[in-house]
């Protein structure tokens, strides 16, 4: 290939990714007062200006697209899960840590926040079983954190995911009220962020008394079966 030829296929390779970014940029914006499912195709293609066929090029249909803003919107929530599990293990360290982040993101990526947020439950199908799979991979990524604290030792790994989870259901219902809180609906972001470290402390706390409250149930459990086959057997 000539120099020539190889300099023309990146400039293909740019700008057909530049045209990506501004139907996904399009995409965005205009799904902050609608949503994907009531987005039609021709109004992303008319704020890039560009003709409706040549979208095609780009995505397979309107759920393709939705998929793509799934992996643009939590992509960046991958930095604050990173920052969260990274630094000092301490409780309220991390506590302050866990709302001080989620709030920072929510102010530098609302409109990403709002699609995750009304899309999960949406009505397309392939978006919300994207953001369920990039979430079970958070929870995944939390769990493997949480299972080297030295309170989870004697975890089963079932229960250390299902903290994993969560901890990862709050941080979404979390960046959720503080997106409401900007938009002056519901309560302010002091509030908000008060009631997310009470909430925090509570799941702390009462993790701290897991392992207990587990292997006694468990007991009960067992006990009850005992005496439910003896009953039985007497019968």
């Known amino acids: 290939m000539s120099h020539t030829s190889a300099s023309a296929s990146t400039s293909r390779e740019t700008q057909k990714a530049r045209t990506r970014c501004a139907l996904l940029d399009a995409g965005l914006r ?4 609608k949503s994907l499912s009531s987005l039609g195709l021709r109004e992303v293609t008319r704020v890039v200006g560009m003709a409706p066929a040549a979208f095609y090029r780009h995505f397979r249909d309107m759920s393709d697209l939705g998929v793509a803003l799934v992996d643009e919107s939590l992509g960046s929530l991958h930095a604050v899960v990173r920052e969260i599990l990274e630094g000092p293990r301490d409780d309220v360290e991390r506590i302050e840590r866990t709302v001080g ?4 993101y929510v102010r530098e990526h609302p409109t990403h926040v709002r699609f995750v947020a009304r899309e999960r ?3 397309v199908p392939a978006v919300r079983a994207a953001i369920g799979r990039e979430l079970d991979r958070f929870a995944d990524e939390v769990s493997q954190v949480l299972a080297t604290d030295e309170v989870s030792a004697g975890w089963s790994a079932e229960d250390v995911r299902m903290l994993g989870q ?5 941080v979404v219902m979390t960046a959720s009220a503080f997106l409401d809180a900007a938009l ?9 962020a008060r009631t997310a470290r009470r909430q925090l402390l509570l799941i702390s706390t009462g ?3 897991w392992a207990d409250t587990a292997a006694g149930a ?4 067992g006990a009850s079966g005992i005496a439910g086959a003896r009953g039985s057997d007497g019968a």
Do not use: Q
């Not at 205009?30 to 007062?33: K, Q, R």
């Open 30 to 33: 205009l799904l902050e007062n």
């Open 101 to 104: 982040a989620i709030a920072r």
């Open 121 to 123: 439950h949406g009505g």
């Open 166 to 170: 969560l901890y990862v259901d709050h």
């Open 184 to 192: 002056g609906e519901g309560p302010d972001e002091e509030t908000v």
């Open 207 to 209: 993790r701290r008394h």
């Open 218 to 221: 468990a007991g009960s459990s």
